[in-house]
């Protein structure tokens, strides 16, 4: 069936150090995917998305990755800093409803 | 900006009872949503409207009932409340279905 799914549930880094968190996703027919970050008693926010034409994508301190050949998906964020500390989710279109699957959530606490 | 506006952002309900949660977004969004956030469990789609004066269920929509009034609002309704719908709701909307949707801050609602 579809899945999204994160191989870390839980990432511990200093300030300063850069994080990457991981995704890994079943529908080898999603065309789109993105990250959300979602602070404690707040609604995810947008950070960045790709396409499945794209392996690459950069944005302020993010970078996301795509590899297509292994279903994975991966979060780059440079010089993390304690306002990074959040819930980060990814999420990827190709639901059987047209709509945005979303995986569990990797927690990033961020060490000052 | 507004974006996405839920009302309200708490509620207790006791078993069966019924209540409307309000949503309404002012980006001229097509598309809006509405899933369920539990602990663990990710976000899943409750039901989702594509474009005004449709609606379509989601993963989970038992128990629910959804309209859309009009481009703006879209309301998600309880009619007989259970303890298992205890949950955090969220509302959001996007340009169009598979694409980047923004969300509301939340509905925490408790079932006793």
């Known amino acids: 069936g579809e899945s999204v799914g994160l191989h870390l549930p839980t990432l511990s880094v200093q300030e300063g150090d850069n994080s990457i968190i991981n995704c890994a996703y079943s529908?080898?027919?999603?065309?789109?995917f993105i990250w959300y970050k979602q602070e404690s008693g707040k609604g995810p926010q947008f950070i960045i998305d790709?396409?499945?034409?794209?392996d690459k994508r950069q944005g302020q301190r993010v970078t996301v990755l795509l590899n297509k050949t292994v279903k994975h998906l991966s979060l780059q964020i440079a010089a993390t800093q304690p306002g990074d500390s959040a819930v980060y989710f990814c999420a990827e279109t190709g639901g059987s409803q047209g709509n945005l699957i979303f995986g569990k959530g990797t927690k990033l606490s961020v060490k000052p | 900006n507004a974006g996405v506006t839920q009302t309200p952002k708490f509620q207790v309900l006791k078993t069966g009872q019924s209540m409307t949660l309000q949503c309404a977004q002012d980006?001229?969004?097509?598309?809006m949503y509405w899933y369920r956030q539990d602990p663990g469990m990710g976000l899943r789609l409750i039901y989702y409207s594509a474009s005004e004066g449709t609606t379509d269920k989601g993963e989970v929509p038992n128990g629910y009932n959804v309209s859309r009034l009009n481009k703006r609002e879209f309301s998600l309704r309880l009619e007989s409340a259970a303890p298992s719908q205890t949950s955090v709701y969220f509302c959001?909307?996007?340009?169009?279905?598979?694409?980047?949707?923004?969300f509301g801050q939340g509905t925490r609602l408790t079932v006793v």
């Open positions: 529908n080898s027919a999603s065309d789109y």
């Open positions: 790709i396409r499945s034409n794209m």
């Open positions: 980006m001229n969004h097509n598309s």
């Open positions: 959001a909307s996007s340009g169009q279905v598979n694409t980047e949707a923004f």
